[in-house]
């Protein structure tokens, strides 16, 4: 069956029909946390759906390579691993991992494991590598709409600033024109993105990203446009639908707007006023239907004025702004944003952390956060592997910001920043690193013995693990 016919069954069916064709299987989302395990994978583990769901492959799974493939984004087939299961028993299992994409980015991880004893051969049968792409192209809609609720709702926040943008939002909804959103980063924008789409009458289509930093300026007009058969050398035979045709009746998301080649600028003000493309090496005109929503980072104003961008595209995309305001102009949201991510994070990480203290709350409303909402999750997330069942004092973070990798607030406010603990904490880590590469070696690899060795837990052994690169 074609994978166009395959588009018409719902996804569940599609799941469904995978799963009857293979053994264990998992998949997981983009950060390598599982989003699905089907029932032969529970009955292997005994571990349920339940039990793992938003929880890292990498804290169950010993010796896992979805990270690594999230990373490479490549195929790995017929790799051995010894499956941790519930009782603590290892079961060895040959596993093959399969990237998948949507729209070019990658959305997360698909693996499938057969137990070492009974198979040798790992190829994937056709017919279930043509449900996988199917399965691939329906992902990002399973994620978007297995949580029916306001999209209003994933925007957390209740000063004056963020109500009006919530306003704002929901008027952009409303209407078909152009959408300009401006924000540092970390600050919300895809998030934002998203809930105009969704609360939009175009809902029930495609939101297509595009990152413009992200894709060769060469390639960039064919992901646009698309392009027909021997338009080009190294084209496909098949040709290939651009960005605003797939996004046709619904939104086309165009991240870093700043990053648009001057050259490719004409031509999208083109589409912009036309509503209207063609493939490359086609003259046949195609009339579009898509919303466009473009964000930056760095106000492209400044980029009009020093002659980095057109000014004529910029007003033609500028038709309805919406400002993210950085968290240190809403701090009273941080508090909010706090028990939010605590509460997201412990069922992630598995953790069961009881809250935060006051006075660490105080001090992180003092910090002005220039990674903004992004930063403060990832400082949460380091926090709570230090604390792990505890609750969160300030002296879990106070690493954070003695260490000279991160950013250090001008705020006078924070006072426990001081060159000399900068240094500490660099030496400190350097010995850690080395601490823990000398034990890997000892136990050559093995990273159960590892942990019981250093007297950890393994979980924290895979943290340690990454923070410092290691894995
Ligand atoms: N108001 C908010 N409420 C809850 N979560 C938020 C909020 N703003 C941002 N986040 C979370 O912070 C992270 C970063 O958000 P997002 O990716 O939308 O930022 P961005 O502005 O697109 O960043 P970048 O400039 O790096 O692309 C995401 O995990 C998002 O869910
Ligand atoms: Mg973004």
């Known amino acids: 069956m074609a994978i166009r016919e395959l588009d018409k069954i719902p996804t569940k069916a599609l799941m469904a029909r995978i799963t009857a064709e293979l053994e264990g299987l998992i998949v997981t989302d983009a950060d390598g946390r599982y989003i699905y395990v089907n029932h ?9 759906l339940d039990q793992v769901k938003g929880r890292y492959v990498r804290d169950i799974v010993r010796n896992s390579r979805v990270d690594e493939v999230l990373k490479s984004q490549k195929f790995v087939s017929g790799d051995a691993v010894l499956l941790n299961i519930c009782t603590n028993e290892e079961v060895p299992v040959y596993c093959s991992y399969t990237p998948l994409f949507h729209d070019g980015e990658i959305e ?36 978007s709409h297995s949580t029916a609720v306001n999209p209003l709702d994933h925007i957390i926040g209740t000063s004056p600033e963020i109500l009006k943008m919530k306003h704002e939002i929901v008027c952009a909804a409303r209407s078909s024109s152009t959408v300009y959103i401006e924000g540092e980063t970390g600050s919300g924008k895809e998030l934002v993105a998203h809930a105009i789409h969704e609360l939009s009458p175009r809902q029930n ?18 992901e646009f446009f698309g392009y027909v058969d021997g338009a080009f050398t190294g084209a496909r035979r098949s040709g290939q639908v651009g960005k605003f045709e797939i996004a046709n009746g619904g939104s086309l998301f165009l991240d870093e707007i700043s990053q648009m080649p001057l050259t490719l600028q004409p031509k999208l003000l083109r589409v912009l006023q036309e509503r209207e493309i ?16 473009s964000a930056t980072n760095v106000p492209l104003e400044q980029l009009v004025q020093k002659c980095k961008f057109r000014s ?29 991510l605590i509460k997201k994070l412990n069922f992630q990480l598995n953790l069961q952390i009881p809250g935060i203290t006051p006075e660490a709350v105080k001090r992180l409303m003092e910090y002005d956060w220039p990674g903004n909402v992004r930063e403060l999750q990832n400082v949460l997330e380091r926090a709570m592997n230090l604390a792990w069942f505890e609750m969160l004092e300030w002296k879990y973070f106070s690493d ?5 990798m991160y950013p250090i607030s001008e705020s006078p406010a924070v006072p426990a920043i001081l060159p000399e603990s900068s240094t500490l904490r660099r030496r400190t880590g350097a ?8 034990t890997l070696q000892e136990c050559q690899g093995n990273k159960a013995l590892a942990a019981r060795k250093l007297g950890i837990s393994r979980t924290i052994l895979y943290r340690k693990l990454h923070i410092y690169d290691l894995i």
């Open 312 to 340: 004529d595209l910029y007003y033609r995309l500028n038709v309805i702004r919406i400002r993210i305001p950085p968290l240190r102009e809403r701090r009273e949201d941080i508090p909010m944003l706090i028990d939010h």
């Open 278 to 293: 063609e493939r490359i090496g086609s003259s046949t005109i195609i009339p579009i239907d898509t919303r466009i929503i």
């Open 108 to 143: 997360g991880c698909f693996v499938y494991m057969i137990p070492k004893s009974e198979h040798t051969s790992m190829t994937i049968p056709p017919n279930v590598v043509t449900l996988m792409e199917a399965l691939n192209q329906q992902l990002l809609m399973v994620q």
């Open 400 to 404: 954070y910001f003695n260490h000279p």
């Open 431 to 438: 010995a850690e690193r080395d601490i823990l590469i000398q």
């Open 205 to 222: 289509h495609r939101l297509v990203k595009v990152n413009c930093a992200a894709i060769p300026l060469e390639l960039l007009e064919s």
């Open 40 to 48: 032969r994978w529970s009955s292997l583990t005994g571990y349920t």
